[in-house]
């Protein structure tokens, strides 16, 4: 479903640039409806369009199999903007020259303005601006001239004002750029003369219709997981249609936080359905990554079978309620990991054979994941549910390391390798390796440093943590089976309930994209297991930086950790995403 008669005004060619769902956002907070189309989308499907923004992306112009656009797009009428290589590509098309710079320019750099109209307007004669290339347009097209210039980059932008071409090497939509908005609404405003028609919230009413109307008197069933995208879709539809038509079913199965079950059935109003035991059971065997997350899976497509089947939701008179958001509809687009969920949902029988009988209803394919949250605060949501950290699938499954035998921790040049294996990422690859722990460390920025350089040293190894605190020295420790059993998953949860406590009360919580704690069978006696702190920065969890917090933080989180009963020490995760991945599993 997408948004009803709205057309987008704005329509942002995806050159494969990491920033082309950045633009998109950028243009919707100023308040025009756009949206992201693959590069070489035919110019016939865009008329209509009052401009069209080129986006960067990593190719060389000249290099074969780069992205283009449609030619035809420059005889549209529109107003055309090319950022980065969409500068270069447009300068290309047109029948100007790219070459390979003398040298690359990355991050910030000063812009020097020739001519401060057009895109420019309203800019002083110096700018910061943020750069990411390594090509530039050497000869301009006819018709264009040079705008602005920096140091290493002679055209950095270029007008057409009587055709209403421009492009900018540098990226006006990252906030490095100290104009970058100004330069965006130039372009909107009164180069191509947009209309503001976007606002999340005032998409309600109508999306509300577009439910009534595609349920076409029919029932909506949801499964929630507890997450924004899924809760908001619900209450959406329940808005819609009323109680007496939408069912929302959770499934607890017993890897969910403290207190996540009793939350999600207060704030949304859903049936909770207890597979608890069932997935302790399926579980308990289970000790390395990819059997657990198969038989996680496994699992969830047998209870919600069940559900759909006992529930008789397969039946004419329902349709199945999905929380997808934009980026997820978009093959360029989106995360890998909204793949592998999607996969994993269309596992289910059931919910293929709806998916099949186009039985579904998505009201939240043309909105960004913070447009979900404006949405969703409209709907009155509370911002707990809202702003919540990012949460898998499989639950603290994944945060539960397990052993099938003991093994020693054993010296390793400055620290210990301990023998429990996490997945890293390297290169292309997945990788299962063994932990290196530092127990004498100066907490500063220079240990994430330290961190990358060992693990570029040893093989054997895609991780480093530091000691935080202990009971027991490290000599005396060692790896033990550990299974995924009910007691262990209580300890996980009770330290993670603190962590997230701490980390709430201090502010911590919102400077970090996620938290994972993660619980390790590593300990000594009647203390056999260990827990890991792993606060990450990232954008979209494909890549990662890990954040240290401050002293007095880290020592208070520290001394309760080692106050659970289990808990022999507690250690932090320096390791950036490559080569470690955001959950150990
Ligand atoms: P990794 O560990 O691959 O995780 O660095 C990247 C992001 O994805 C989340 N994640 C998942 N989310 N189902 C989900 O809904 C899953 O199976 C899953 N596995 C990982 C992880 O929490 C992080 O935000």
């Not at 100290?178 to 999340?200: H, Q, R, T, Y």
């Not at 500063?444 to 093989?459: G, K, P, V």
Request: with cysteine; aromatic share 6%; hydrophobic share 40%.
């Amino acid at each position: 479903m997408t948004a009803d008669s709205l057309q987008p005004q704005i329509t942002v060619l995806d050159a494969g640039g990491q920033y082309c769902h950045l633009i998109a956002r950028r243009v919707r907070e100023l308040g025009v409806f756009s949206e992201v189309r693959a590069s070489e989308t035919p110019a016939d499907e865009l008329t209509g369009r009052k401009g069209i923004i080129i986006s960067g992306g990593p190719s060389s112009v000249s290099a074969p199999d780069s992205p283009t656009v449609d030619p035809a797009i420059f005889a549209l009428g529109a107003g055309v903007l090319g950022i980065c290589y969409g500068q270069q590509l447009m300068a290309h098309l047109l029948h100007g020259t790219v070459r390979k710079g003398a040298k690359g320019e990355y991050g910030a750099a000063v812009l020097n303005i020739h001519d401060s109209s057009g895109v420019l307007a309203g800019l002083s004669p110096r700018e910061n601006v943020w750069m990411s290339h390594f090509d530039q347009v050497e000869k301009l097209p006819a018709g264009f001239t040079t705008i602005a210039s920096t140091s290493t980059c002679e055209v950095a932008a270029i007008a057409d004002p009587a055709r209403r071409f421009y492009g900018v090497q540098f990226h006006p939509e990252v906030v490095h750029t100290a104009k970058g908005m100004e330069v965006l609404s130039n372009f909107l405003f009164p180069i191509c003369g947009c209309e503001k028609d976007w606002d999340p919230r005032g998409r309600i009413a109508s999306l509300e219709r577009e439910i009534q109307a595609a349920a076409a008197g029919r029932n909506i069933f949801f499964f929630v997981s507890g997450g924004v995208d899924s809760s908001v879709a619900y209450r959406l539809c329940l808005r819609a249609l009323g109680k007496d038509r939408v069912h929302g079913a959770y499934v607890d199965t017993g890897l969910m936080r403290e207190g996540e079950t009793e939350f999600v059935r207060e704030a949304l109003g859903v049936e909770v359905v207890d597979a608890r035991q069932e997935f302790l059971d399926a579980l308990s065997g289970a000790t390395d990554p990819e059997s657990k997350r198969h038989i996680i899976g496994e699992q969830f497509v047998a209870v919600q079978e069940r559900v759909l089947q006992s529930g008789h939701y397969l039946d004419g008179e329902w349709i199945l309620g999905q929380g997808t958001i934009y980026p997820d509809t978009i093959e360029s687009g989106g995360t890998a990991k909204a793949d592998l969920i999607k996969t994993h949902h269309n596992r289910v029988a059931g919910i293929q054979k709806l998916i099949d009988e186009n039985r579904i209803i998505e009201p939240l394919t043309s909105f960004y994941k913070d447009e979900v949250r404006e949405v969703g605060a409209a709907l009155g949501l509370p911002d707990e549910l809202l702003h919540r950290h990012p949460f898998p699938g499989p639950g603290l499954a994944i945060r539960l390391l397990c052993a099938a035998e003991a093994a020693p921790i054993v010296k390793m040049g400055s620290g210990r390798l301990v023998p429990v294996r996490s997945v890293g990422v390297q290169g292309d690859e997945r990788t299962y390796r063994a932990v290196l722990a530092l127990d004498k460390v100066i907490w500063n920025d220079s240990l994430l440093e330290q961190a990358t350089h060992l693990i570029n040293r040893h093989a054997t190894i895609n991780r480093v943590v530091a000691l935080c605190g202990t009971h027991h020295s490290m000599e005396t420790m060692q790896v033990a089976p550990g299974r995924l059993d009910r007691v262990r998953l209580e300890r996980l949860r009770r330290a993670d309930a603190i962590v997230r406590r701490l980390s709430h009360e201090s502010g911590f919580d919102g400077s970090v994209w996620q938290f994972p704690v993660v619980v390790i069978p590593c300990g000594a006696g009647d203390r056999p297991d260990s827990v890991v702190l792993r606060p990450v920065h990232s954008v979209d969890g494909m890549t990662a930086q890990s954040v240290l917090m401050e002293d007095g933080l880290r020592d208070r989180i520290t001394a309760q950790l080692l106050a659970v009963p289990g808990i022999a020490a507690v250690f932090y995760d320096l390791t950036h995403k490559p080569p470690g991945t955001i959950e150990w599993e």
